[in-house]
């Protein structure tokens, strides 16, 4: 099976690209290679004779048809992913995840491609405050964000039914691990608290999310282009219901820390209280998580203590002056 994987440079994506690689699968990888874009996360298959990698946008039309010639399936990763920065400028995320998903799809039909698999987000739900979402449920997005990602799941399903496109649709919950861009809550508390800096947490901290490990969300993905049916919607979530200030108190005892390092900062305009999915119907399929939460979190604590080579260039710069920005520095 040959793959055209989009935004496979990114934090999901790359983890995506090793598990194709590990299942005798071909990966073209197109990356535009944005901010959060890093060619480090493949540096280990770079050399792989199954692997190639082309760097373009997925929203110019003739490189992405010469990328997916003799493509048997997408998986469509490439997206902008972080709420505050949509906030800040939605355009962008208009641009690639609306416009950039559309002319992706048009490109995969006209191609011929045997699956398209796009994959989204449980944010296009909005919140919930009790039970879990369903994929039959109605999305209602509140961020730019999510909103964007909605419009790309429309677009996804209107290919489907008017063009007969084969094509599914993940959404997953808050997914984390190694090589995750560090604006993300996880990979941002965990190197601030290894150098000492304070932990911004928004409100009262007590936003609950669902989380999954990044292999886990993978695996979920695999599933569903393998397994899927043409037309659906699945669900990738882990089953870790924890508010913000249980992650930011395990991030502090992981790393040596106390609470002396958080700082409470205003809260985001529309933030979701909470967000949880019911995952029965990818379970249908035979999938499931592999990691605990727990041992997924240490491990990827470890992982950024040992990697300072991967994540000190990346705070600094412009990420810096985002930051500061953002939260007012340290």
């Given at each position: 099976m040959r793959l055209l994987v989009t935004g496979g440079c990114g934090f999901i994506g790359s983890a995506f690209v090793r598990l194709a690689l590990g299942h005798g699968a071909e990966v073209v990888?197109?990356?535009?290679?944005?901010?959060?874009?890093?060619?480090?996360?493949?540096?280990?298959?770079?050399?792989d004779e199954a692997y190639t990698f082309v760097h373009a946008d997925i929203a110019d039309a003739a490189a992405v048809a010469g990328a997916i010639a003799g493509c048997d399936a997408v998986v469509n990763f490439a997206a902008e992913s972080h709420v505050d920065r949509s906030i800040l400028d939605p355009a962008d995320f208009i641009s690639t995840d609306v416009v950039g998903t559309a002319v992706l799809l048009d490109a995969a039909r006209t191609a011929g491609v045997r699956r398209f698999v796009q994959v989204s987000t449980d944010e296009v739900y909005g919140s919930i405050p009790t039970g879990a979402f369903r994929e039959t449920d109605p999305i209602s997005p509140s961020s730019p964000y999510s909103a964007s990602k909605a419009g790309g799941d429309l677009q996804v399903l209107a290919w489907h039914r008017t063009f007969g496109l084969d094509a599914v649709i993940t959404r997953g919950s808050n997914t984390f691990?190694?090589?995750?861009?560090?604006?993300?809550?996880?990979?941002?508390?965990v190197t601030n608290a290894l150098d000492g800096q304070q932990l911004p947490v928004y409100g009262d901290g007590m936003q609950i999310r669902d989380w999954i490990y990044v292999d886990d969300h993978c695996s979920g993905i695999w599933t569903a282009l393998e397994k899927g049916e043409a037309g659906e919607v699945y669900n990738v979530g882990g089953g870790n219901e924890e508010p913000n200030m249980e992650i930011t108190r395990r991030v502090l005892e992981l790393t040596g820390r106390d609470g002396s390092l958080i700082r409470h900062v205003a809260d985001r305009p529309g933030h979701d209280r909470r967000y949880a999915l019911d995952t029965a119907k990818l379970r249908g399929l035979g999938w499931e998580p592999a990691h605990s939460f727990e041992d997924a979190l240490a491990a990827t604590v470890a992982w950024y203590?040992?990697?300072?080579?991967?994540?000190?260039?990346?705070?600094?710069g412009d990420y810096r002056r985002y930051y500061e920005e953002q939260y007012g520095g340290r």
């Open positions: 990888n197109l990356d535009k290679l944005t901010y959060a874009g890093n060619p480090a996360n493949v540096a280990d298959v770079a050399d691990g190694p090589r995750q861009y560090p604006e993300k809550l996880i990979p941002l508390f203590a040992d990697r300072r080579d991967w994540w000190e260039p990346i705070k600094s």
